[in-house]
């Protein structure tokens, strides 16, 4: 199973990560994975800086190959991402942030209401190819929680708007 790197043929495919389209001509990461829907592999797509907050397995499995890591520019502030994601596996949890809409969502730390208009961050749980909704935090568990303080920048890489 090789993982790979390549300019994306079409603008059709969406990041596996943050959910949005990755351009025509962007350089992209395919995670290749068994076929969860049958036989062989399937390549799952993702702009190299989600992978990186996301999936930093396969991403620094690419990254060990010169060969792929010299086609991108920033492989080293990629790899440094990926690493800081392992030792803190929690963080590829991250899918951004919002004040929240209503005051009915419970904390996944403390069990307690997140107050409305309250900042909460997005959880999300990489299962079956995708990101799938893993509920909210509040922001002030978020340090307990991810057990790093490197949380406002990823949260903001899906989520610009969160707490500006
Ligand atoms: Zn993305
Ligand atoms: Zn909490």
Redesign the pocket.
């Known amino acids: 199973m090789t993982h790979l790197i390549e300019p994306a043929s079409s603008g059709r495919a ?7 389209p ?1 351009d025509k001509g962007e350089l992209r990461f395919g995670e290749r994975a068994p076929n969860a829907f049958g036989d062989g592999e399937m390549t799952l797509w ?2 190299p ?3 990186a907050l ?1 999936r930093p397995e396969p991403l620094l499995e690419l990254l060990a190959e010169a060969s792929h890591a010299e086609l991108l520019d920033d492989a080293a502030s990629l790899q440094r991402d990926a690493e800081t994601s392992l030792q803190h596996p929690r963080l590829c949890r991250i899918a951004g942030g919002q004040r929240s809409p209503t005051g009915r969502a419970r904390c996944r730390h403390c069990k307690e209401l997140i107050a409305k208009d309250e900042w909460r961050i997005a959880l999300g749980f990489f299962e079956d190819g995708r990101m799938q909704p893993g509920g909210f935090i509040h922001d002030s568990c978020a340090a307990e929680y991810f057990g790093s303080d490197e949380i406002l920048e990823r949260v903001r890489h ?1 989520s610009p708007e969160f707490k500006t």
Do not use: D, E, M, P
């Open positions: 969406k990041c596996r990560a943050c959910g949005q990755i993702f702009h800086a989600c992978a996301a899906f």
